[in-house]
């Protein structure tokens, strides 16, 4: 990074460099063809040809006609920025998935979850031979609360993403039931998911709106419920707009505990089958994390909730843990 950057500076100072030479050569084009109009000017005058208001205008009317040409010669460099932006724009146009979605008629069968022999790791370590995941094998009883503890970057929400099929493996198998992941319809997959991400992404709408990401037919009862679960309703409700209060730009205008509990009732709300929460309560403090872990005891029956966390309080609710 800080190699690119140097690259950069220099390129913006050679860019610099270069308008600054333009805008000099520019500046005394226009003022010599001044003064030579000035003295063409003032000799047609002298000869009785035009008079001294004729001076004045011919003079302004000429230094005013330079201002497209100033222009022109500022073209280059904003040429170059407008080249750049394109170039990002299209880039950004020809990117494509890094997995395709699956179109099929085979649903996500209610059933244990199975990850088998897999080795991963992301496009940007391929090449290094840095997989994030070797032959990790595991498997989650359906309807039961599994914990997966771990310390950062062991690879804990990257399994997470194999789950949503973000990512596909290099080598193993993760399996609902007898399912493949690979077969499963995507769209099914991600219905059948309530995935609860540590960066919450909240949109510059009312905090309800915000909530019923997951359900847009869902009512403000439903949402005031979801809400209490997650233990965000008496923070919502001590503002002046309560639930119709709008949020900032990416939820700017809350914290980050705020934001993740937001997300976590959008999960309860969703109320799907599999529930997976990464790092659910990293932001919060330890009495909510007490509030929000009672919720999902009551919320569990009929529902398998694979609960991430480097923090060993989280796991005290959970049936299983896998260290990893």
């Known amino acids: 990074m800080n190699d690119k ?74 040429l170059n920025q407008t080249l750049a932006s394109g170039n990002r724009v299209l880039n950004l146009l020809a990117e494509e998935p890094v997995v395709m979605d699956v179109e099929s008629n085979v649903e996500v069968p209610d059933e244990d979850i199975r990850i088998s022999n897999v080795t991963f790791a992301y496009p940007e370590d ?25 310390r950062s970057g062991c690879g804990k929400s990257t399994l997470l993403k194999l789950l949503m099929r973000f990512y596909e493996t290099d080598s193993g198998s993760v399996s609902y039931g007898t399912r ?38 869902a009512t403000r009862e439903e949402v005031i419920e979801a809400a209490k679960k997650a233990a965000i309703h008496d923070f919502i409700d001590s503002l002046p707009q309560g639930y119709d209060t709008k949020l900032g730009e990416l939820g700017d205008s809350v914290s980050g505990g705020e934001r993740q509990r937001i997300g976590i009732a959008r999960a309860f709300l969703h109320d799907a089958k599999t529930i997976l929460l990464d790092e659910p309560t990293s932001n919060i403090d330890s009495l909510n994390e007490g509030i929000i872990l009672k919720s999902l005891l009551e919320e569990r029956k009929d529902k398998t909730i694979v609960l991430v966390s480097h923090r060993k309080s989280t796991m005290s609710i959970v049936d299983e843990v896998t260290q990893m």
């Open 126 to 150: 391929k090449k290094e031979e840095k997989p994030i995941l070797k032959n990790f094998s595991l498997d989650i009883r359906k309807n039961t609360i599994h914990g997966i503890l771990g």
């Open 180 to 217: 493949n992941v690979n077969e499963i319809d995507t769209g099914h997959l991600r219905n059948h998911i309530s995935y609860v991400t540590q960066e919450t992404f909240l949109f510059q709408d009312t905090i309800e709106n915000n909530i019923k990401v997951t359900k847009a037919d």
């Open 5 to 78: 950057t140097d690259q950069l500076e220099k390129l913006n100072k050679k860019l610099k460099k270069s308008e600054n030479i333009q805008r000099v050569i520019t500046d005394i084009v226009i003022l010599s063809a001044g003064l030579v109009m000035l003295a063409t000017a003032y000799h047609f005058e002298k000869t009785g040809h035009i008079t001294v208001a004729d001076i004045v205008i011919s003079v302004i009317a000429m230094m005013s006609s330079f201002g497209p040409t100033a222009a022109l010669s500022a073209l280059s460099n904003n």
